[in-house]
């Protein structure tokens, strides 16, 4: 790990306003990602800017009947929060399914929602990737690579990483916003759906935050009712990213939304996808990854993603 300097920030406009100010500065909160990254050399920041203090770990409810949930609420505080188990079953249901009891109780809302991939090739420096290093290349797309827990939908000729996090798929089932703070001090609001970039022809751009922007917050619009369920399949019961994961909102009129992780670089959702869950899960799955560009390795995601929706269908 390579030298740094280190402050507390005292809140969120100042703590954006100094990121801003040091060229390759990061915040740091739960630290679940960055540290292992930093050990690594993968991320080498020269200034860590510590939110831990700022009065962000709180969830509230909105005017509107939604909920407030602050950037540093624990990922363990918030899956046991009261509100969230009986109107956001499904955000309660990823967040258990990820990590490990241990780093649920460091991992931060905000910092679940910028964790980087977990693609092989991404963290082995001896190896090219263009979200790493800019240009270098992408191994993964190499012959005879290691594919099988990588992207099929919404990828690049530059790029086929998966974006790691269950609980931002649930998120984007829920038609989350988040909030941030610009340097400038002005605040902004970012629809789930806007926040993920897709690789193209820049995979290290992956999300829509300027530099020196800090989230402070993630904003749900009132609940919606119906059945709310979160599907992980994975290749071992605990500790183990999604091959493929489905969030799903269903209503007693068959009408509904649903969202995939394991897939793509971004939770992965379309609204023409919705329309076609009264149709079943082959229809649905069909236009939700209609354009797929699987590899010989992961094909089968089409296949696993279709039978698990149809899973989670039946059990209705």
């Known amino acids: 790990m390579r030298a740094f300097s280190y402050e507390r920030a005292a809140d969120p406009a100042a703590a954006a306003a100094r990121a801003a100010e040091v060229p390759g500065a990061k915040f740091i909160a739960g630290g679940t990602n960055l540290l292992d990254l930093m050990k690594l050399e993968i991320e080498t920041p020269v200034h860590l800017i510590d939110v831990n203090g700022l009065d962000l770990d709180k969830i509230s409810e909105t005017p509107q ?18 509100r969230v188990r009986n109107d956001y079953g499904v955000l309660t249901r990823a967040l258990v399914a990820g990590a490990s009891g241990q780093l649920r109780n460091r991992a ?44 099929i939908v919404g990828t690049s000729d530059a790029c086929i990483a998966t974006h790691p996090s269950d ?25 789930l759906e806007e926040f993920h970039r897709l690789p193209g022809e820049n995979p290290d751009q992956e999300t829509a935050l300027m530099p020196g922007e800090i989230i402070t917050a993630v904003s749900l619009p009132p609940p919606t009712g119906g059945r709310q369920a979160y599907y992980k399949v994975r290749d071992r019961a605990s500790f183990a990213f999604a091959l493929v994961s489905v969030a799903l909102i269903r209503q007693p009129d068959g ?33 939700l990854l209609d354009g797929a560009r699987p590899t010989e390795e992961n094909a089968f995601k089409l296949t696993l993603a279709e039978r698990t929706l149809a899973a989670m269908l039946a059990e209705e």
């Not at 009947?65 to 009261?82: K, P």
């Not at 609980?167 to 970012?190: K, Q």
């Open 65 to 82: 009947g939604g909920l407030r949930i602050g950037a540093m609420v624990r990922n363990t505080d918030l899956a046991a929060h009261e």
């Open 108 to 151: 931060t809302t905000a910092g679940n929602l910028l964790q980087r991939t977990r693609c092989p090739y991404f963290y082995d420096t001896a190896q090219a990737c263009n979200k790493r290093n800019p240009g270098a290349g992408c191994a993964a797309l190499s012959k005879g690579a290691f594919s099988r827990q990588l992207g």
């Open 167 to 191: 609980m931002a798929v649930a998120l984007r089932v829920l038609d989350a916003v988040v909030e941030t703070v610009t340097p400038a001090g002005t605040e902004r609001r970012i629809p």
């Open 255 to 287: 009408s509904g939304q649903v969202a995939l992780g394991g897939v793509a670089p971004k939770p992965w959702r379309r609204a023409d996808a919705d329309a076609e869950l009264p149709n079943g899960a082959r229809a649905t799955i069909a236009r």
